[in-house]
């Protein structure tokens, strides 16, 4: 499970008439086009309030903290989940207010907050395209900045009143079970159920959180703030299973990313996962390879990419993303017509159009 690094498509892919692009300019906060020029304009200041107040909350402290919390925030991001609390708020009446700026701003800090601590857990070296805190310092100092995110994110909370503190506790219980589960494995229980709970947790729970809190704060009902809640969980969890399709099937120059990354970490992916349980020769002849981590062994990862070519892996694991789809789209219908809503539609299927 690569966690989402390959980032967003770029417009050249995108299948609707609408436009959704973002674009990371140095020292700015990311600009989305999301067709609506109204919806887009407001979008892109709330996402500048985002960015401001996020930058201005994470340099409190004396300066050997505020260096490592930066480090990650400053380092870039798509900001989807502060996006996407912002579109949410659109259907309440006070979108975009100095609340849903908080509350948009406390997402990202605890998605940082994940990011942190999961680089010490997968000893990654790079992330958002520079060292990881881990790398560039220490595990401890990378947990200890991921906890100082924390701190933060309890601060800001606080002034958003209990319901959003109740909500979050249940939010940051799901991520580490999410993180739990996948670290002591699927014990006997089905593989693919086990899957899908692990990334339901850990990608999906706080892109939901984004479109609750963004609802909740922005006044919206409650039938609203249930339906962003689960499109929030259903495109989670779309946006996982795309990106792990493409760390197996898809080569560097068409995702920036050398193929097989998860193989080599032991990490079986949606599409591996039923690759192995085929019954054909294919399946027999994986499971036979496929026993462990294939880590250095680029002959060994050759047979195995060339295996799961000839699988359905890809074609099964793509079926679970189009009826995810159909779900996210199911609870937009929910939701009354209009720019935000033709933005959120759009949004979920540039998220499939990497893969088709
Ligand atoms: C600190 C509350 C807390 C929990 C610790 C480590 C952990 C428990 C949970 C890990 C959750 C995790 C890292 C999930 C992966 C989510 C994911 C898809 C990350 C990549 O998101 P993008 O692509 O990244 O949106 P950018 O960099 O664009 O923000």
New binding site residues.
């Given amino acids: ?8 498509p770029t417009t050249g892919e995108q299948p609707a008439e609408l436009v959704t692009q973002v674009t990371a300019a140095e020292g700015n906060a990311p600009q989305f086009t999301l067709g609506d020029p109204d919806l887009t304009d407001s979008i892109n200041k709330g996402l500048a309030q985002v960015e401001e107040y996020l930058l201005s909350e994470l340099s409190r402290g004396e300066s050997f903290v505020t260096d490592k919390v930066l480090h ?1 925030a400053q ?7 502060p996006m996407f609390a912002l579109i949410a708020s659109q259907y309440g009446s006070k979108p975009g207010c100095q609340e849903v700026i908080a509350a948009a701003t406390v997402v ?1 800090m ?12 997968d000893e990654a070296e790079k ?2 395209g520079v060292d990881s805190a881990n790398a560039r310092w220490n595990n401890s100092v990378a947990i200890l900045a ?2 100082i ?2 701190a933060n994110v309890s601060r800001i909370m606080a002034d958003l009143g209990v319901e959003t503190v109740a909500h979050f506790a249940e ?2 219980h799901d ?2 079970t ?3 589960r996948e670290t002591v494995g699927a014990e006997g229980r089905d593989e693919i159920a086990h899957y899908m709970d692990v990334i339901k ?3 999906g729970v ?1 892109i939901a959180s984004a479109g609750y809190l963004g609802a909740l704060h922005s006044g919206a009902s409650p039938e609203a703030r249930g339906a962003l809640r689960n499109f929030g969980y259903d495109i ?1 969890m779309v ?2 299973i795309v ?1 792990d399709i493409i760390d197996i099937f898809s080569d560097y120059s068409q995702s920036g990313k050398n193929p097989g990354t998860d193989l080599r970490e032991g990490v079986f992916t949606l599409p591996v996962l039923y690759a192995l349980a085929e019954d054909t020769p294919v399946g027999a002849q994986l499971r036979d390879k496929l026993t462990g981590p294939v880590g250095d062994d680029d002959a060994l990862l050759a047979e195995v990419l060339d295996l799961l070519g000839r699988s359905t892996g890809r074609e099964r694991a793509l079926a679970d993303v189009h009826s995810l789809l159909a779900q996210a789209e199911a609870e937009l219908a929910k939701l009354p017509s209009g720019p935000a809503t033709d933005a959120l539609i759009t949004l979920a299927r540039l998220t499939v159009s990497r893969v088709g």
């Fill in positions: 499970m690569s966690n989402g690094q390959a980032g967003l990650l380092a870039g991001g798509k900001r989807f989940r990202e605890t998605h940082l907050a994940t990011l942190y601590h999961d680089d010490v857990m992330r958002r991921g906890d995110l924390l939010t940051f991520l580490v999410g993180q739990m947790e850990k990608t706080l989670g946006f996982q990106d």
